[in-house]
């Protein structure tokens, strides 16, 4: 009997799984940086500071605010891949909706709107994922983003529901202990996301004991997401522009505190924000949340494991940057580049090589 190859026992398409490395050797391991925009720097000012960071290795910003247009041109000019980061379901700077479509925020479990009574801070005011008004008004919003020159790709962020549970390493800030799901955090409970969960499972998750514990009602909300970034994901791509999103560090996490199921978004790259403190873990946490990423989403979407700078002096930056890159990322992401020192620019430079 012919001696079976290992090949041939595996066959073709596991074996190519386990020869071929996961990120492809001609992309470079890449480092961006988050950026906030304004409406007052010139274009020379924004290629200054662009110019400032591609010399410290960083090869692509997420910018948000300011004059889109203006500051993607310019980034470009500097060699920069420039993904436009968007607030999506948390629209607190949104004068407009707030003032024409009050109804189209979340409700949470006590029957309070985040418009009216935002949880936590007073930014958070969140819209209904689950309106097929919502998701139209999105849709549109993105589409025009797509569509302006220069733009790689539309960056979503605050796509998710609030907070039910914060990370831990934040709850002595809002002297909370929140050991488990409190109805003011817990979103959304308006009549339209009752009405369409009674649909699909025959009862009001209002009129279960404890709704915190019905895994049905759970999953509906992770979809409400999943429903959302489909949509906004045909509308970029549909102008041939790719999409990116900022998340919670793990998909385990995600699930567990803002009600992300990441792992089943279309997107091209995702940017876990690997915020290590934020969860009271140290550096090398970082790189078991980028396995745990990587080993769920598919092949072709690249990882970026977002770092919080206030927390990663130089020389932690270097370690926290050979940990993600071990741990077999595409990358890192920079929160933000307004404290990107000198010093953090060296290091960035170094460790990217
Ligand atoms: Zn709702």
């Known amino acids: 009997m012919k001696r079976r190859t290992a090949l041939e026992i ?35 000012v924004w290629r200054a500071k662009f110019a400032r960071i591609r010399a410290g290795g960083i090869t692509g910003v997420l910018v948000g605010g ?55 801070v007073g930014y958070y005011q969140w ?24 733009v790689d790709a539309v960056h979503l962020d605050y796509i998710r529901h609030p907070d039910v549970i914060l990370p831990i390493g934040l709850w002595p800030q809002y002297h909370l202990v929140q050991d488990h799901e409190m109805p003011e955090y817990d979103y959304c409970y308006c009549t339209v996301c009752r009405d369409k969960f009674k649909a ?39 102008h041939n522009c790719q999409i990116s999103a900022a998340v919670f560090p793990t998909p385990t996490l995600a699930r567990m505190q803002v009600r992300q199921a990441w792992e089943k978004w279309p ?48 020389d932690a930056l270097v370690q926290a940057i050979e940990v993600v890159r071990n741990a077999g990322a595409a990358g890192v992401s920079l929160f933000d580049a307004g404290q990107l020192s000198d010093a953090h620019l060296a290091a960035v430079r170094s460790a990217i090589g």
């Open 267 to 314: 997107l091209d790259a995702v940017f876990p924000m690997t915020y290590h403190k934020f969860h009271n873990q140290d550096i090398p946490w970082i790189g078991a949340a980028v396995r745990e990423g990587l080993a769920l989403i598919p092949k072709s979407e690249l990882l970026y494991a977002g770092l919080h700078l206030p927390d990663l002096p130089p």
């Open 127 to 150: 819209l209904c994922p689950s309106r097929p008004e919502v998701r139209e008004y999105l849709r549109g919003i993105v589409k025009e983003i797509a569509e302006t020159p220069n």
């Open 200 to 238: 699909q499972s025959g009862y009001d998750p209002l009129t279960v004991p404890d709704p915190t514990a019905d895994v049905a009602w759970r999953e509906f909300r992770w979809n409400s997401i999943v429903e959302m970034v489909t949509t906004l994901s045909q509308a970029a791509r549909s």
């Open 66 to 120: 300011g004059n889109m247009a203006m500051i993607a041109a310019a980034a470009h000019a500097e060699d920069l891949i420039f993904h436009a980061w968007t607030w999506v379901m948390n629209r607190s700077g949104d004068v407009w909706v707030k003032v024409n479509h009050p109804e189209w925020f979340n409700v949470n479990r006590n029957g309070d709107s985040s418009l009216a009574k935002p949880p936590y």
């Open 10 to 44: 595996l066959g073709a398409s596991a074996a190519s799984s386990l020869l071929m490395p996961r990120i492809d050797l001609r992309a470079p391991f890449r480092a961006w940086t988050w950026v906030h925009g304004n409406n007052v720097d010139t274009e020379s």
